[in-house]
């Protein structure tokens, strides 16, 4: 997919002039096309991100925030296996700034973008000089569809986005100081690993990454000859990555690790390894995967046999074209096949183990690889500025190439790739775009908060499951993720005369309390239960309750103004009964309970009241039994 347009130049070049000097930017054919390059990258990304909103995790990451509070401790408590404390300070501050703003987001994830982007360059060109060859890794890695959950989704991009920065900005910094031995460029390609292991455990992966990349162009012999050159002649980088390897691996192991590593050996490999690597990977790097399962929710790669067989034999002329013209080459492709175990593995352990093997097909577990391979496919088909070792022409084969030899089919193939991979990114995002049903579900709850007056008294409750998943309680409750409208949505144990529930659409309307149990006929004829100064009164239901979730309205008739007590089951609550006809709501305890308590009236105050009736609140137009 490459070609060295310039074989004479010496793979063994100055390092110092790989970035080029001043106005010869202005006259460097591929700069400006590693510049266009990433112009219309951001503006399809932008397209991409400003269109899409909030959804699944981001919720919980906003919820978990918001209700926990800033504390380190709170930012470093895991989510689904994940440790990541600087996204979680990001979705607060977005969240902060204004709640439910996705601009803001979808910003922050342009901005890494770009950085991430920059960052490819800097690396290409530190590593291979400005070659023609690098233009077309840089086309797959912005063009596949396997990185674009990283433009529509906050919880994936806020995660892999920052380990692709670390990945090319730690690269770039290294290669220099393997280079030079400087201790400078040493200490800034740590802090770029460093950073980003604040935001993805999985950045980790990226060191592994920095050893095949060491093992294979900085060194020389055998595999044991070049560990003893590597710890030798990089003792300090050695060193110093081990440490902070062994020390993340160590704390992520004791605070964060909620899946059990033995699970990888699992009998769901036969399936999760074909959906990886088949129907994913291989048509995902080059412009596939072009047809979808378009599920709720998700597009999942749906290529049919012939379809996988086309992917897999176009893969296998490239990668043959490419060793038949150069030697040394195969070690470059240890990069993506040691992301992809590694993907494989997480997905099998942590993943497939719960949901099953069709977990596998979502892009989001391979998001990087779009640019392990980019990066794998450059280091196959470019000598690399300053390594000990590197590809070299096989002269005997060169004139014989129709292909990596041949600037312009070199042009059509990446050409045909990137616009296949736009094709299924499009695809992608539109499904993306029609099933985002936390958008519908908020834009509709929002507005009729913000109009709200005065403030109204809403029921607490869980988000339908279409927008989060029961098991993220209590940050699925509408209290803890409406926590930027405080002032606009009061969420009551208690209420007089009217309350409001969320409906399943997200529209705040009058509640009811259905005759789940009602209570027992009064002794007492027009009247039913008298509640009177120092007496307590038990009022039985017709059958027992448990579970939570259940709300208690009692209408009553006061002779006047009182506070009162009342409860069911263990809780209860002090509030006020207002003189004449009204309705008193309250929400009743999670314990099991059979009965409705009312007392602590004033001197002179008398209540009576037949009609208490429990259930779910439900919109006042829900069919009864519903």
């Not at 995967?289 to 709720?296: D, K, Q, R, T, Y």
């Not at 067989?309 to 492709?333: F, Q, S, Y």
């Not at 809403?458 to 940050?475: C, I």
């Amino acid at each position: 997919m490459t070609t060295s347009l310039d074989p004479a130049r010496s793979s063994t070049a100055s390092a110092g002039d790989d970035l080029g000097r001043g106005p010869r930017l202005l006259s460097n054919r591929v700069a400006l096309g590693a510049v266009a390059l990433v112009v219309v990258h951001l503006g399809f990304r932008a397209w991409a991100s400003y269109t899409s909103w909030f959804t699944g995790d981001d919720f919980a990451f906003i919820a978990h925030m918001a209700n926990g509070g800033t504390s380190l401790t709170n930012a470093l408590e895991p989510h689904g296996g994940h440790l990541m404390p600087a996204g979680m300070y990001l979705s607060w501050l977005s969240d902060t700034l204004s709640s439910y703003s996705w601009w803001i987001n979808a910003s922050v994830l342009l901005v890494l973008q770009l950085v991430a982007d920059v960052g490819m360059v800097v690396c290409l060109v530190r590593m291979f000089g400005w070659r023609p060859g690098i233009l077309p890794p840089m086309v797959l890695a912005m063009f596949t569809v396997l990185s674009v959950p990283m433009a529509v989704w906050w919880a994936v991009g806020i995660n892999q986005l920052p380990l692709l920065i670390s990945l090319f900005w730690g690269l770039a910094s290294l290669v220099t100081h393997l280079r030079t031995r400087r201790p400078g460029p040493l200490a800034v390609s740590v802090v770029w690993v460093v950073a980003g292991l604040l935001f993805y455990e999985k950045t980790l992966l990226v060191i592994g990454a920095f050893a095949i990349v060491t093992l294979s162009y900085f060194a020389t012999g055998s595999l044991g000859h070049r560990i003893g050159h590597t710890i030798r002649t990089y003792r300090a980088a050695v060193a110093t990555y081990a440490v902070v390897g062994v020390a993340y691996v160590a704390a992520y192991s004791l605070y964060a690790l909620n899946f059990d590593p033995g699970d990888a050996g699992s009998s769901a490999a036969d399936r999760v390894v074909p959906n990886m690597l088949l129907n994913t990977y291989l048509p995902g790097v080059l412009g596939g995967p072009l047809h979808w399962h378009l599920v709720e929710g998700a597009a999942l790669p749906g290529p049919g046999n012939w379809e996988v067989l086309v992917w897999a034999v176009a893969t296998g002329v490239v990668v043959r074209e490419i060793h038949r013209t150069r030697t040394r080459c195969a070690r470059a492709w240890l990069l993506p096949g040691f992301f992809l175990l590694a993907d494989v593995v997480l997905v099998l352990a942590g993943r497939a183990s719960l949901v099953g093997p069709q977990i596998a097909l979502e892009l989001r577990y391979q998001g990087e690889l779009g640019a392990v391979t980019a990066l794998a496919l450059a280091c196959a088909t470019l000598p690399m500025i300053g390594a000990l070792e590197t590809v070299s022409p096989r002269p005997e084969n060169l004139a014989a190439s129709q292909l990596t030899e041949n600037p312009r089919r070199v042009a059509a193939l990446t050409a045909v790739v990137a616009g296949l991979g736009l094709v299924s990114s499009v695809t992608y995002i539109g499904h993306w775009q029609d099933n985002m049903p936390g958008r519908d579900y908020f834009q509709s709850l929002l507005p009729d908060l913000e109009t709200a007056k005065p403030p109204t008294a809403v029921v607490d409750g869980p988000v339908p499951t279409y927008v989060m998943w029961p098991l993220s309680y209590p940050d699925n409750l509408l209290s803890h993720l409406l926590r930027g409208y405080r002032d606009r949505a009061h969420f009551v144990d208690v209420a007089t005369d009217h309350l409001d529930v969320v409906d399943g659409d997200g529209q705040v309307v009058p509640a009811k309390v259905p005759h789940t149990r009602d209570g027992l006929p009064g002794p007492h004829p027009g009247c039913g239960y008298v509640v009177e100064d120092g007496a307590a009164t038990t009022v039985p239901l017709d059958g027992p309750l448990s579970y939570g979730g259940w709300w208690v309205r009692v209408g009553y008739l006061s002779s006047g103004t009182s506070p009162v007590v009342v409860g069911a089951g263990a809780t209860s609550y002090s509030t006020v009964v207002k003189p004449g006809v009204h309705a008193l709501f309250f929400r009743a305890g999670d314990d099991r309970f059979d009965s409705v308590s009312i007392s602590g009236l004033a001197k002179g105050v008398t209540l009576c009241t037949d009609d208490v009736i429990v259930g779910k609140p439900a919109p006042v137009d829900t069919p009864e039994g519903s």
